[in-house]
């Protein structure tokens, strides 16, 4: 149980263009998805925090007009990385806390997208 | 200061031997970790999660020490297939809504 799911898996854009990511939770419900980048080398950085039915909380200096979040149903989030520019490359994670689970703070990861702008 | 610290080594170990990761954190308030391994461009994947003093799985052990405030894993045994990056974790609970904090991760490589 507990699977996450991401689609697509990776994703070659042209600069300016948009590309939309998104995370399921294929067994479960999940109130609240996050979304992390990861550049080569460096540790999982948290973007934002994605609340069914509620505007996306950010982190500090992630631009939410760039990276719009959509958390329509319990068990889908999206990211839409728009106007992307070669610096947005990157390997794009999705995790969805189980609602109401035993273990408090266990978040299950999905398998990441591998984002490159040409 | 970070929310969570640990050496990222690297650490070279040859297989069969024994090796332990430290981390520290800073909310004393914390109220559960995990260490995840992740593999070189793929996902974080749980290894262990550590709600009490410890919690020991196979080859693997996990300790929490809360007044000095950092959770140690051992593994013992080392296997070729142990070669990754090992990401520690703290979970503030609260209102944190939620999050984790991960550490850099301490990289781990098994040679024959």
């Known amino acids: 149980g507990a699977v996450v799911s991401q689609h697509p898996s990776w994703v070659i854009c042209k600069s300016g263009t948009s590309v939309k990511i998104e995370c399921r939770s294929l067994d479960f419900q999940a109130t609240t998805m996050f979304w992390y980048r990861q550049f080569p080398k460096q540790s999982l950085m948290l973007m934002a925090t994605?609340?069914?039915?509620?505007?996306?909380?950010?982190e500090q200096g992630v631009e939410k007009d760039k990276f719009l979040i959509n958390h329509a149903s319990l068990t889908l989030s999206t990211l839409t990385v728009t106007s992307a520019h070669p610096e947005d490359s990157s390997f794009y994670i999705c995790?969805?806390?189980?609602?109401?689970?035993?273990?408090?703070?266990?978040?299950?990861f999905g398998p990441g997208t591998r984002l490159t702008v040409t | 200061r970070k929310e969570v610290e640990q050496d990222p080594g690297p650490f070279n170990v040859p297989e069969g031997a024994t090796v332990a990761f430290n981390c520290t954190y800073s909310n004393s308030a914390s109220q559960s970790f995990f260490w995840y391994r992740q593999d070189c461009r793929k996902e974080p994947k749980l290894l262990m999660s550590?709600?009490?003093s410890g919690n020991e799985d196979g080859r693997f052990t996990a300790q929490l020490n809360r007044a000095s405030q950092y959770i140690s894993l051992l593994i013992r045994d080392s296997k070729l297939s142990d070669s990754a990056t090992y990401l520690c974790?703290?979970?503030?609970?609260?209102?944190?809504?939620?999050?984790?904090?991960f550490g850099r991760g301490t990289q781990l490589t098994v040679w024959p």
């Open positions: 995790s969805a806390r189980l609602a109401g689970g035993p273990k408090p703070g266990e978040q299950y």
């Open positions: 550590v709600y009490s």
């Open positions: 974790v703290a979970y503030p609970g609260g209102s944190t809504l939620g999050r984790l904090y």
């Open positions: 994605s609340n069914e039915g509620s505007k996306a909380t950010y």
